[in-house]
């Protein structure tokens, strides 16, 4: 059973490009979050798509968009790209709607994205 | 959501008992406590979540006093592959929806 699956793994860009970080979540999840971890910090919850839907959004600026497709899988885009974004994009996957009990999310290996 | 306080960092070495204690006074009626393992490079792995007293699993252990304003994870016999990052959070359980409050976690370094 396939988990997270998060591509690429590295990706080096320069001030003020664009990037698009892919995500397909673990099979019978249908819930994707996406976070930044920055060195040395915890993940930072950007936002959560749910039914091709964003629902949810953390404290970020709208240069950070995303998106669902009907098989579930995400993008997380970042436009003007600054210094401070470098970091590790997680996603994680859920089976968002209540099905009583769940064990935590699951979390891909990452993106580690550098902004030169 | 309930904020959680952790040690930034442990050492122990190989083959001792592992006591990481998390502090969570703002705790919620629905709230349970979930730990994650983080290896560098690596998303956050699910080890084990309580609501009260005690849970086991294959990996760890937690313990929750009744107040449940405090929880301990603890490892037993740890072992080289258990040097990581251990995040204490709280949150509703019953749902899949729920966004993820990572605190700086305990940086647990096992030595031989």
């Known amino acids: 059973d396939a988990g997270v699956t998060q591509s690429p793994t590295h990706l080096i860009k320069t001030r003020g490009q664009q990037v698009t970080l892919r995500c397909s979540p673990k099979s019978g999840h249908d819930t994707v979050s996406w976070y930044q971890q920055a060195l040395g910090q915890g993940p930072q919850f950007i936002f959560q798509?749910?039914?091709?839907?964003?629902?949810q959004r953390g404290n970020f600026p709208d240069r950070f968009s995303g998106h669902q497709f009907p098989n579930y899988s995400s993008e997380l885009n970042v436009n003007a790209l600054l210094l401070g974004d470098s970091a590790l994009y997680l996603c994680?996957?859920?089976?968002?709607?209540?099905?009583?009990?769940?064990?935590?999310?699951?979390f891909g290996s990452g993106t580690r994205l550098t902004v030169v | 959501l309930a904020k959680t306080t952790q040690p930034i960092s442990m050492d122990s070495y190989e083959g001792q008992e592992v006591n990481i204690t998390c502090s969570h006074n703002n705790i919620a009626t629905n709230d349970y406590i979930t730990w994650y393992q983080q290896f560098p490079s690596q998303g956050p792995r699910f080890i084990i979540q309580g609501y009260k007293t005690k849970v086991t699993n294959e990996v760890a252990s937690l313990f929750i006093p009744a107040d449940r304003k405090s929880s301990t994870l603890s490892l037993p016999r740890v072992s080289l592959s258990d040097t990581a990052v251990y995040y204490c959070l709280v949150g509703d359980k019953y749902t899949g929806f729920q966004k993820l409050v990572f605190g700086t976690g305990t940086r647990l370094l096992v030595s031989p």
């Open positions: 798509y749910y039914e091709e839907e964003e629902r």
């Open positions: 994680a996957s859920s089976p968002g709607t209540d099905r009583g009990v769940y064990y935590g999310y699951t």
